[in-house]
């Protein structure tokens, strides 16, 4: 039993535990020699069901080894240079020192009883991102860890509903819901349709404003679509402004759509999920300007800002928003409490302190160190798109913007359809081969290879190196023309 609970007697198996542990996954994390595996889903699934859970090992050390066989070997390992395919990072060392810390002592932030300064160094986090945004003090800015973005965007849009239903219109709540419209740039991410379909909105109260050519929100268009909602009797629930869009990484104009907001009383909710992290860039924190004029700000701190997951917040302008979200229980949070429980502010009750894990990043290299490794990424970006429109086999698809490279690989005399078809296959070939994981996507109908950099350690030679992997990929799979093949026989 001495490898099972954690309390006052085991302190010392926890420390042991921990370690053989933390050695275990070192040394296999050094050695990673590619992203993941070549292993078939075939053999990685009768792997786990090989498993018998009602035959215990009964011993911790055989527990590891065997989880190292079936999840360290296999894992996909985004501190591998050929990891180019989600917004997943590399983890900071201080903030995983924290996963430790918090795991153990077991904390749950929900109350002021189950947490004391765990619930004040939140605020604190809190506090410091919504200064960082530039939310003004007077508003008295607050906001709250979730679970990520996805979640952070439901409580926004939630909020700004309440918000626009708390003012006076004419009709029914029921009647009001149905009118209620949600604005956002057509490169949102979908977790927003999502939110609106859990929000009880219409079938199409998402209205999608079609972007300028670089793919950002055209503010024209925005009031334009502002004006017919009015127009139409609805009302605008609020406008989602993306900062980084998840493909091109695009962000869209902050001032102008605040401006356009401003002109028709709509929430503006900016959705900084994977942009936030130039909060703190020691060069590029002005791609962010015009953020302090929103309502509602997402960040995940677990994109840009190499946190493990999960470690995202929601920050709002006016802290009193949140109010929307409180729902007293007299056994846990009574109505009146002298202390702050912060299960006040959040959609979940039980939850972890995963605001440790910034806090310990915070205070063992800082903001700028963070903001510096974001910067390296985005410069990679740069280097990589130079690389691709370089290559007369490469077709760079758009410039990039953050951290992710969209393009098409078309070697000589092939088709707009026959690039589309190697996208998948070389795709598939190189995730099967366990050499690089990339990802794709499609963008004005045509399917396309995109990259996603958020390892700083990753150079231009691993660039090059997965083009060379792309192109014989590329070759392996298509189609043999007929000449070789009536030469073999
Ligand atoms: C990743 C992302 C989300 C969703 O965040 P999760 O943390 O994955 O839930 C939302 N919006 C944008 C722009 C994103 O890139």
Redesign the pocket.
């Known amino acids: 039993m001495s490898d099972f609970l954690f309390t006052r007697d085991t302190p010392a198996q926890y420390a042991r535990a921990l370690h053989s542990t933390v050695d275990t996954v070192a040394v296999h994390l050094a050695g990673t020699g590619g992203p993941r595996s070549a292993a078939s889903p075939g053999q990685l699934e009768d792997l786990v069901a090989a498993v018998d859970l009602d035959r215990p090992l009964g011993d911790l050390g055989a527990a590891v080894d065997e989880t190292r066989r079936l999840y360290l070997d296999h894992a996909v390992h985004f501190h591998d240079p050929g990891y180019m395919a989600h ?1 997943n990072c590399p983890v900071a060392i201080p903030a995983v020192a924290a996963e430790a810390l918090t795991a153990a002592v077991n904390t749950a932030v929900e109350t002021w009883d189950q947490s004391t300064t765990a619930t004040l160094i939140e605020q604190r986090i809190v506090d410091w991102t919504a200064a960082r945004i530039g939310f003004p003090a007077a508003g008295e800015p607050d906001g709250v860890f979730t679970s ?3 979640q952070s ?1 439901l409580q926004a849009l939630f909020t700004a509903r309440e918000e626009r239903l708390s003012r006076p219109h004419p009709g029914t709540r029921q009647e009001r819901l149905a009118g209620l419209r949600i604005v956002a740039g057509e490169h949102a ?1 979908f ?1 927003v349709a999502k939110a609106a379909h859990l929000l009880g909105l219409a079938p199409d109260a998402v209205v999608f404003v079609p972007g300028t050519r670089s793919g950002a929100l055209d503010v024209v268009a925005l009031e334009r679509a502002l004006h017919d909602v009015a127009a139409s009797g609805g009302e605008v629930a609020a406008v989602v402004a ?1 900062a ?3 493909d091109l990484g695009v962000i869209d104009p902050l001032p102008g759509v605040a401006e356009a907001c401003r002109a028709h009383g709509a929430w503006l909710h900016v ?1 900084a ?2 942009g936030g992290g130039l909060l703190v860039s020691p060069t590029r924190r002005h791609l962010l300007a015009g953020i302090e004029r929103a309502d509602s700000v ?1 960040v ?1 701190f ?2 840009s800002w190499f946190q493990p997951v999960a470690a ?1 917040a929601l920050l709002l302008r006016e802290g009193r928003s949140l109010r929307f979200s409180t729902w007293s229980a007299e056994y846990l949070n009574p109505r009146h409490a002298v202390r702050p429980n912060l299960v006040d502010k959040s959609l979940q009750t039980t939850r972890r302190f995963d605001a440790l894990k910034l806090w310990m990043t915070l205070r063992t290299v800082g903001a700028e160190e963070i903001g510096r490794a974001l910067d390296r990424v985005l410069d990679l970006a740069q280097e990589a798109g130079r690389i691709v429109a370089g290559a007369p086999d490469m077709e760079l698809v758009a410039e990039p913007v953050l951290s992710t490279v969209l393009f098409r690989h078309v070697p000589p005399g092939t088709g707009e359809d026959d690039a589309d078809r190697i996208v998948e296959a070389v795709r598939t070939a190189l995730f099967d081969s366990g050499r690089a994981v990339v990802a794709s996507t499609v963008l004005d109908g045509r399917r396309c290879l995109k990259f996603t950099f958020l390892n700083p350690a990753t150079t231009a030679t691993d660039v090059e190196r997965v083009l060379d992997l792309i192109r014989a990929a590329a070759r392996e799979t298509a189609p043999r023309p007929l000449e070789a093949v009536a030469g073999a026989r």
């Open positions: 917004l990520g973005g996805t965007n991410h977790s993306t980084g869009t998840t959705d999920a994977y997402t995940d677990h994109k995202s």
